[in-house]
DNA sequence: TAAGTGCACTAATCGACTTAGTACACTTAA
DNA sequence: TTAAGTGTACTAAGTCGATTAGTGCACTTA
């Protein structure tokens, strides 16, 4: 399912949530799909489970999945993790605004900004899933 | 001048920078001011002068301050100062607009919070000099 | 030419991050 | 109750990058 590239420089853990991130994305894992347990991926991957346990850990700060301790790990559904990242996202952008706001950037420039990025046209890494526009 | 705390967990080098930025953002070092060359103020602190270099760098970065190879480094001219800060900050606010539109984000959405925060009150640390509103 | 300036390079130190090891608490089913 | 399977907490070793120091070079000015 998954296959560990000892090249790359970034961590472990890092690798397997980007992975398994991806399948959640494209849909190859399916909302409340039961995750590997954490040793038997482990074993699966010769590493130790405290990286499959930090991998884990930051699917679900991310919203990705979520964890019944005793039971193991499931896929979040998919309107919860939607609604969880766009919420990220619009709190990333209220900080940006308040700091233009505070450099007396005027809130038309900001507008104007706006729309333009709206007006550009789409190209290269699409959202990850997009049917519905709430 | 400057006073390093050595209770601080920070590096020296960013301490140094901190410093001086307050200093000229609050007017008490003026446009084109000659600086403290790196030997100088490093003797005056007791570090390297090396951990100065690094401070101004990080300065010169930010746009507080430019550097004259063999003559010294001086203070930047309050509006190019406030121009590129003001950049940055458009720049990074870009970038969370890209990432609004591509989480299927609308530009209604995004503009209603552009507006929230702009119709929200004043409060704590205002920009650093706002006098004129270009 | 000499003094003063910033800059580039290397080395030592130190701390945080990463990973592994181990033991514990919880859930489920026999 | 018991046993197997699950996630979690704690500590320790190893590794790697950031920070700081040391040294020498190139540039500007008088």
Known sequence: MIVIDYRDKRPLYEQVAEKLAQLIICGVLESNTKLPSVRSLALELSINPNTIQRAYN??????????????????????EWKNGYQNTVLQELEEGVKKAREAGITSERVTA??????????????????????
Chains 1, 2 share one sequence.
């Open 58 to 79: 930051q699917l679900e700060q991310d919203g990705y999945i979520y964890t019944v301790v005793g039971r193991g790990n499931y896929v979040t559904d998919v309107h």
């Open 113 to 134: 900004l706006v729309q333009s990025v709206y007006a550009a046209p789409v190209q290269e890494s699409p959202p990850p899933r997009d049917e519905e526009s709430n």
